[in-house]
């Protein structure tokens, strides 16, 4: 009686187990479980964040996420709100798209994020009055520079170009100076001949360019030192690596493909920019400046960038001697399975073409 009562509790047991196992597969299979959310980082008034603006408004964040059975969310960077590393430290972004020199001295100190794919060229510009002495780099020793903000890309930009002419950037050396304003205020602050020299990021300076016949002394989009890097890359959160890496393949994806959207269509990009209200101005200028831009995007050439910078920076006393910046490197930029090197637009098939293979 003893042996049968045993086995009859042994088989309720066992349906029991089963019977659970069946609901959580169950539920795992009618998607009743909580749907993985990316929080994905974009702001308005800004030209060269046109592949976010791609991405979120012809879904390509949607359709790639929505292929591992994910969502995305939209957080946006409002201007006197949080800062991007604000919001990124307070976990309320997953991943999103900016001027990776902008957060290095951020990520040295802590900022838990890693760059995964470059995504443009070239959209920083140094400007001179017209009837300055100034003609390059090279004439830049005990000159003022006006700039965004004194950890803005246009910084670290110029002081590795200040290095390759002999110029001072260092604590020790230091033979410029840097003054922080804000972007809007930037040509007038040349203009009226509080600085010597303007660093701005389109379309601020383009259009200080046009309205006060400033003189260009350097741009990062033909410069030879910056022709082959990216201004602007893409990041995700440590968090979103750990817990879920299929979610941060897939936004790389999809601002790489939004990437290759803009270069193929910087004219129908402008005016989805405009009509959506995400950057005022007028269509022909914009859809001018976006096709000056190299919209071409590349994983490889994008670490090569933050590798260069990496470097040189430590070299100049920005990032920290004791840093390991061989370590830095390593986790600062990473590639995520499943993602090429990048991606082309045939505007005539409406289709999109991986790159594979390093274009180092």
Known sequence: MKKSIHVVAMALMTMCVLSSCSKKTESAAGGNQEQKV????????????????VAMKLGLFDEELEKIGQKAEYVQVVEGGATLGEMIASGKVDAGYGLY?????????????SFTSGIHIGCTKYYVRADSDIYSAADLRGKTIGVPGLADSAVMNLKRKLM?????????????????????????????????????????????????????????GIDEKFVKEYCCQQFVTHKLLRENPEGAAAVTRALQKASAYVEAEPRAVAQLQIENDLVAGELDFNAA????????????????????????????????????????????????????????????????????????
């Open 164 to 220: 390759d002419e002999g110029i001072g950037v260092t604590a020790d050396n230091n033979e410029v100076e840097f003054v922080a304003y804000a972007s809007s205020d930037l040509a007038i602050a040349l203009n009226n001949g509080a600085v010597d020299v303007i660093g701005a990021h389109d379309p601020v300076a383009t259009k200080g360019e046009q309205a006060y016949g400033f003189r260009k002394i350097l741009d990062t």
């Open 38 to 53: 990316v929080r994905i980082n974009f702001s308005t008034g800004s030209l060269c964040h046109a592949p976010v603006h």
């Open 289 to 360: 400046l976006l096709e000056e831009l190299n919209y071409q995007p590349s994983r490889s050439l994008g670490k090569k960038t933050f590798d260069a910078a990496a470097r040189q920076l430590q070299e100049a006393g920005i990032l920290k001697a004791e840093t390991d910046i061989e370590k830095f490197i390593e986790q600062g930029y990473i590639e995520l399975f499943g993602v090429p090197d990048g991606y082309t637009y045939d505007s005539a098939t409406k289709t999109y073409q991986e790159i594979n293979g390093s274009r180092a």
């Open 101 to 113: 020199a902008t957060q290095l001295q951020a990520m040295e100190n802590g900022l838990p994020i």
